[in-house]
């Protein structure tokens, strides 16, 4: 099982330049997220979709547009992409509230915006 | 806004001995309390969890702390091994139907052999 795999891993970009980040999971989970991580801050919520169809926003979803294309793939979409948003990306995929719900994470994608 | 503090940020423990992280959450609108290993390169995994309705959980060597009233609870690593350097991240569960985590800053842990 790949459980959710994230592409790239690693992406350097100049200021101004946009990006998709992509997210698929094939453990028929229903919620998806996208989070950042960076040093002192932890993991930051930037968007969720708690089912196929919806999306909301988290804690810092200025800069950012997310796409859930269907129950499997989410995408993270950088427009415009600042120096700020240098950080690694997390996906993640759940079975909504349920009890001893897991959230399965990805392996990352490392952004630099230069 | 943090509304899940984690204390320290870095700990060194010598092998063998008990590693403590404490987290502190403000929102009482919370149902579930997760804790998250993280070794370099890789994606957060969920270590053990907890209900509020419980005071203590423990998994082998991991035991989580539960303090409804005080609106705190730490991880407790028993016998810590170098195997258990990693990054920690308490977690917090909202309610009302949203279901969103909100994440602790992290803890470095390096176990020394």
């Known amino acids: 099982n790949a459980g959710v795999t994230q592409t790239p891993k690693f992406q350097v970009l100049k200021t101004g330049q946009s990006m998709t980040l992509q997210c698929a999971q094939d453990?028929?989970?229903?919620?998806m997220y996208w989070y950042r991580q960076d040093p002192g801050m932890g993991l930051r919520l930037i968007y969720y979709?708690?089912?196929?169809?919806?999306?909301d926003k988290g804690e810092v979803p200025n800069g950012y547009n997310v796409s859930r294309l269907n129950k499997r793939e989410f995408s993270l979409r950088l427009e415009s992409a600042a120096p700020s948003q240098t950080s690694v990306y997390f996906c993640?995929?759940?079975?909504?509230?349920?009890?001893?719900?897991?959230?399965?994470f990805g392996s990352g994608t490392q952004l630099s915006v230069l | 806004q943090q509304q899940v503090k984690q204390s320290p940020q870095s700990l060194i423990v010598q092998k063998g001995g008990i590693s403590i992280i404490n987290c502190a959450y403000e929102n009482t609108a919370f149902d579930y309390f997760p804790w998250y290993q993280q070794f370099p390169g890789k994606g957060p995994a969920l270590l053990i969890a907890?209900?509020?309705?419980?005071s203590e959980k423990k998994e082998g060597r991991f035991t989580i702390s539960f303090n409804k009233s005080a609106k705190q609870f730490s991880l407790h690593i028993m016998d810590s091994q170098p195997g258990d350097s990693a990054t920690y991240f308490c977690?917090?569960?909202?309610?009302?139907?949203?279901?969103?985590?909100?994440f602790g800053t992290g803890t470095r842990l390096k176990v020394l052999a």
């Open positions: 993640a995929s759940s079975e909504l509230g349920t009890v001893g719900e897991k959230l399965f």
């Open positions: 453990m028929n989970h229903n919620s």
């Open positions: 979709s708690a089912s196929e169809g919806t999306t």
């Open positions: 977690a917090a569960r909202g309610t009302s139907g949203t279901y969103k985590y909100i």
């Open positions: 907890i209900r509020p309705d419980v």
